[in-house]
């Protein structure tokens, strides 16, 4: 982040210059990305002004603030730029939370690659309900494909949570 600090009909002394980096610097604790700040102090006909620039991504945020005190003026300043910089912040993070998209909701260009890590060719044949269970076990699957010996349709037998057995049969709606 770059400050740069202008004095207009005011000497720049090194503790007012220290004082207005130290005031800026509490901007950090709001948002991290700031590009750069340039503070504008002036004096005319013992009127005191502070005015501050605050540019961060694609947004600028400007305040000025008077005083008959220089120190003041910046204690102004300050208060009413934190207001903004606090909104901003807000509204980012607003922004930021609406981004979340659920597994379900994910347009198809974010949804992860699928990759076969292996592709198996098995013989099917009719068999039972019973027979495809006990061929499930062998093997030591947790599901198995097969032909039903009496309907002829593909079905699948599957090993549930609580060790009993589930078959998944095909319907035409």
């Known amino acids: 982040m770059k400050i740069h600090i202008v004095a207009r009909k005011i000497k720049l002394t090194k503790p007012l210059k220290d004082f207005i980096e130290s005031k800026v610097q509490k901007l950090y604790d709001y948002i991290s990305n700031i590009v750069w700040i340039q503070v504008v102090v002036s004096v005319e006909k013992k ?16 305040a000025a603030a008077s005083s008959d005190d220089l120190y003041s003026a910046m204690d102004r300043v300050m208060d009413k730029i934190e207001t903004q910089v606090k909104k901003y912040k807000e509204r980012i993070s607003d922004f930021k939370a609406e981004d979340v998209y659920y597994y379900r909701e994910l347009p198809t260009a974010f949804s992860p690659e699928i990759r076969f890590s292996v592709v198996k060719d098995v013989p099917i044949k009719p068999m039972s309900k019973e027979d495809a269970v006990v061929e499930m076990e062998k093997l030591g699957y947790n599901f198995w494909l097969f032909l039903d010996k009496k309907t002829k349709q593909m079905q699948v037998v599957f090993k549930r949570l609580d060790n009993s057995y589930g078959l998944l049969q095909p319907v035409k709606r």
């Open 47 to 62: 009127v005191h002004t502070a005015e501050i620039v605050v540019h961060v991504g694609h947004q600028t945020m400007k």
